[in-house]
């Protein structure tokens, strides 16, 4: 006969437990029912902090810089550019020898400097370590070793030896005719002043100063800026522009632009003197307009500031057959004003005057926060070809506003 205990236990009746290893068992339950949610709670929110770098990556750098970013549009102009300027590239380099840094590569690193305000070879060269942007601009991909900046600095000097800035602000504005963004007959024209790097007191007598007559002042007066020189940098010269200003170790930028969009067709730097920028403004418009018996339809006009009155300055430009709608004195110098009733009456003055202020967006834009503000190159070669450099890196962000971008393919 079964007892009526074990019948229980047979139809799944509960066993009794002792109350001790109940309260255990619980409390353990418990305890792993919280450790679940937790993980739980880890898992779906919280990310996890892996410490194991990956050994591969699946996206390009091409992927990883949005189709929107300014620099895009930049970089197609760029290489454009570069394309037009490489029968120049064959001739800077022999045909046989060890391979150099890329001169595409050296120039589109270069402009990086100017557009991104890198105040050195050296951190540029730091930046391109990790900069993802600034590698994929260059030209480099991600395992490529980034240059010495000693061979950096080497290799560039040979564009510097060659004028290839010059060839470059050329390139650019061929893209800019093409888009009828140019303006063949009325331009603007104005200089800066560049702060060289050298300090004052690096200046001391020079043991042959010019001659009486053949200084850089006033009808050749022989200035302090002709009696010293810098023991850093022999071309840099104390200079001012306005009589209040400190004179400061300086070179002097030029710009010639053209009135419809405000682009630069021409630049140059010189020494710094007062006579520099009338010679300069003359040099760079025969380069752009060329000598009138090539232009008879053309009307060219050139507007200026009061810097350019000058009677020399004026009469030159009437044998060049340009319109002088430069500013007068109103008050002060009066006896500078040189300029005809009938060039004074000209309608189209007033539409030059009033352009003549765009030229003053270059300068604000190259020496705001940039490189151009105190250059770090010495001597007038590269100084001159660093500036022309800037010029054309002001041209493609200009055009990038002027030239509509293609919407993209869906």
């Known amino acids: 006969m079964v ?154 000097e040979r564009l510097i030896a060659g004028a290839i800035s010059q060839q470059l602000l050329d390139a650019v504005l061929v893209e800019a005719q093409e888009h009828d963004l140019l303006s063949e007959e009325h331009f603007t024209v104005d200089g800066t002043l560049i702060q060289a790097w050298a300090a004052a007191r690096s200046f001391t007598e020079k043991s042959a100063p010019p001659a009486p007559g053949a200084g850089s002042g006033h009808k050749g007066e022989v200035l302090l800026r002709d009696k010293v020189e810098s023991r850093t940098d022999a071309d840099a010269r104390l200079y001012k522009k306005a009589t209040a200003d400190k004179a400061v170790p300086s070179y002097q930028g030029h710009a010639l632009m053209e009135n419809r969009n405000g682009l630069v067709v021409a630049a140059g730097a010189s020494l710094a003197a007062t006579v520099a920028e009338r010679e300069m403004a003359l040099e760079l418009l025969d380069r752009v307009a060329g000598p009138q018996s090539k232009r008879p339809e053309k009307k060219i006009t050139l507007g200026a500031d009061t810097q350019y009155q000058e009677a020399g300055f004026i009469e030159a430009l009437r044998k060049r057959k340009v319109a002088p709608h430069v500013s007068e004195y109103e008050k002060g110098n009066l006896g500078k004003n040189s300029l005809t009733d009938e060039e004074r009456g000209d309608e189209r003055r007033a539409i030059s005057q009033r352009k003549r202020k765009l030229i003053e967006r270059v300068f604000g834009w190259s020496k705001l926060d940039r490189p151009l503000r105190q250059v770090k190159l010495r001597g007038l070669q590269r100084v001159d070809w660093f500036y022309r450099l800037t010029m054309a890196a002001y041209n493609l962000v200009r055009m990038r506003k002027l030239i509509p971008v293609a919407p993209a393919a869906c």
């Open 3 to 156: 007892s009526p205990g074990y019948k229980r236990m047979q139809l799944g009746a509960p066993r009794r437990v002792p109350s001790g290893a109940k309260q255990a068992a619980e409390k353990l339950l418990r305890y792993v029912t919280v450790f679940e949610v937790a993980m739980f709670y880890k898992r779906s929110m919280r990310g996890d902090d892996k410490q194991q770098a990956a050994m591969f990556s699946y996206v390009t750098l091409e992927q990883r810089i949005p189709a929107d970013h300014p620099a895009r549009q930049i970089r197609q102009m760029a290489d454009r550019a570069l394309q037009r300027l490489d029968a120049e590239f064959d001739k800077l380099y022999a045909a046989i020898g060890r391979p150099s840094i890329a001169p595409e590569r050296l120039l589109r690193a270069t402009l990086l400097m100017v557009l991104y305000s890198i105040r050195s070879e050296r951190q540029l060269m730091e930046q391109m370590q990790y900069n993802l942007l600034f590698r994929w601009f260059v030209g480099l991909e991600m395992d490529d070793a980034v240059w010495d900046v000693t061979v950096f600095t080497k290799n560039r």
